[in-house]
């Protein structure tokens, strides 16, 4: 009972510290030894105090780090903590009472580290509606160059398969250390270490085909004025002023997500004015926007505006935020204020895109598209050699949410070996290398323009051709480990293992 009292502030306050882990605050080796106390309280748990411990974990981690999310509404950030903390309560649940038959270190070591993978990671990014990734471990690495280079391998999943064990590996550090057991103590925190460093042995990932000068375009928008036709004329003049500086200094010019509100194949001034751009510029452009459908709804698009001014490809949002650009069962949730900043919703594409600029295959994705690995390594499996994330985070005003995405991109370019071009209404703008450096980034609610020779990639990597191998083999093994221990037991009449440190 005095083991349960402590132990359950304790996951909480453990939580909320792995938060810190993230961009902004970038306590990046928190996250080494954060998860530590919540493997601690699980050991010999059973089924339903393991729930309540990982739930507690998770509640203090998202409320935490999906602070920012209270700005369209305390009720929304409240139900998405408590949505996405029982993802932990399910890996809880299952670790709390799968722990009682890891009687062995390296089942104690392997076995949450690929439940983490599989409950935390893998599963919260496909349900409930879409899925959301936003807290995923590897995001908390972005600027370890050298454990993201696991990333290539297997994707984010491989990253928090071995952040989660070293995690394990220092529990059981501490558990033999408790035991008066100091070179069983002193091997697993090398253990530890060596879980690590180990990505740094993999070849780093780059991009040496053609170059290509690439312009960010951050126009930036009117911070007080309320939504309006006026307030898109403004942010249309303000990326209208920049690009007009870029005359022949650049081979793509990208305008982020939302710098065109208006549907430039309704409205003649929108349309004359991306024409004029290009024109006056000499060089293509990526081009965030919307377009209007005759039932009401709307299409989230980048656009490709060639030199000569014409529209020649289009690429229609397939990933859709829901709550965001659209209110699932809309009927039932109408008496949220909150969404009456949803008035309509937007449509879906179905079909992956990848422009052709000028000989080299650009793989455009918008803003939430962006937060999914599995999503963005199709673009390069299907030729994609350098990636563009057009993104709005101005709703977010000046939290953390800007720094957190570009970190998603970080990780994104990691996996896949590639440059990634993000482009943000009102920053963080950033140029990303195929290793995950930020090489160059703007500041928020500044208009600015960046200006980067990028390569395109030559090859894919492992992860872009092979997607979520890690999370299927996760699963092979957590079930075979299951079925052995339990055929084990029977043939032996073993009871359950308990092995816990008080």
């Excluded at 530890?192 to 780059?206: H, K, Q, R, T």
């Excluded at 997500?257 to 004029?276: G, H, K, N, W, Y």
């Amino acid at each position: 009972m005095n083991r349960t009292r402590r132990a359950f502030p304790a996951v909480l306050a453990a939580g909320a510290l792995c938060s810190t882990a993230f961009p902004e605050l970038d306590l990046t080796p928190v996250m080494w030894v954060g998860i530590v106390p919540l493997l601690w309280a699980l050991q010999g748990a059973g089924g339903k105090r393991g729930a309540g411990l990982g739930f507690l974990f998770g509640l203090g981690f998202f409320a935490t780090l999906l602070t920012w999310v209270s700005i369209i509404g305390v009720l929304g950030w409240v139900v998405l903590s408590l949505l996405q903390a029982s993802f932990v309560a399910v890996f809880g649940a299952v670790w709390g009472r799968l722990s009682l038959r890891a009687g062995r270190s390296w089942e104690r070591i392997v076995i949450p580290a690929l439940l983490w993978v599989l409950l935390v990671e893998g599963l919260r990014s496909v349900v409930p509606v879409v899925g959301f990734t936003w807290g995923q471990i590897a995001q908390s690495q972005h600027d370890m160059t050298w454990l993201l280079k696991a990333a290539s391998v297997g994707g984010s999943w491989l990253v928090a398969g071995l952040v989660v064990a070293c995690n394990a590996s220092i529990l059981q550090a501490a558990t033999a250390a408790a035991r008066r057991q100091g070179r069983g103590a002193a091997a697993f925190v090398l253990l530890a270490l060596l879980i690590l460093v180990s990505p740094a042995l993999i070849p780093a990932a780059s991009a040496d085909g053609d170059e290509l000068r690439v312009a960010i375009v951050q126009g930036n928008i009117p911070r007080y004025m309320e939504p309006s036709y006026s307030k898109d004329l403004e942010i249309l003049d303000n990326h209208l002023r920049l690009t007009s500086e870029l005359a022949g200094r650049a081979d793509l010019i990208v305008w982020p997500e939302s710098s065109v509100a208006e549907d430039p194949f309704i409205d003649e001034t929108f349309r004359r004015a991306l024409s004029d751009a290009a024109q006056a510029s000499g060089a293509p452009m990526i081009v965030g926007g919307n377009i209007e459908r005759d039932d009401g709804k709307y299409q989230v698009m980048a656009f490709q505006v060639a030199s000569d001014g014409r529209i020649v490809d289009q690429y229609h949002k397939t990933h859709l935020v829901p709550f965001g650009e659209y209110v699932p069962a809309r009927s039932l949730f109408d008496w949220i204020p909150a969404l009456a900043q949803v008035p309509r919703d937007a449509v879906p594409g179905a079909e992956v895109g990848v422009f052709d600029i000028n000989g080299k295959a650009v793989a455009p994705v918008i803003s939430f598209e962006a937060d999914f690995g599995s999503l963005v390594r199709r673009r390069m499996a299907d030729g994609g050699r350098l990636l563009v994330v057009a993104t709005n985070t101005s709703t977010w005003e000046d939290s953390w949410a800007s720094a957190q995405h570009v970190a998603m991109s970080q990780v994104r370019a990691a996996e896949n070996g590639v440059f990634v071009v993000h482009a943000a209404l009102t920053g963080i703008s950033a140029f990303i290398a195929p290793d995950g450096t930020v090489l160059d980034a703007t500041d928020l609610w500044r208009s600015q323009t960046l200006i980067r020779d990028v390569r395109m990639a030559t090859t894919t990597t492992l992860y872009s051709r092979w997607g979520d191998w890690v999370c299927w083999v996760a699963l092979v093994v957590v079930v075979s480990w299951v079925a052995t221990t339990r055929l084990r037991r029977r043939d032996r009449g073993d009871r359950p293992h308990s092995d816990t440190v008080g």
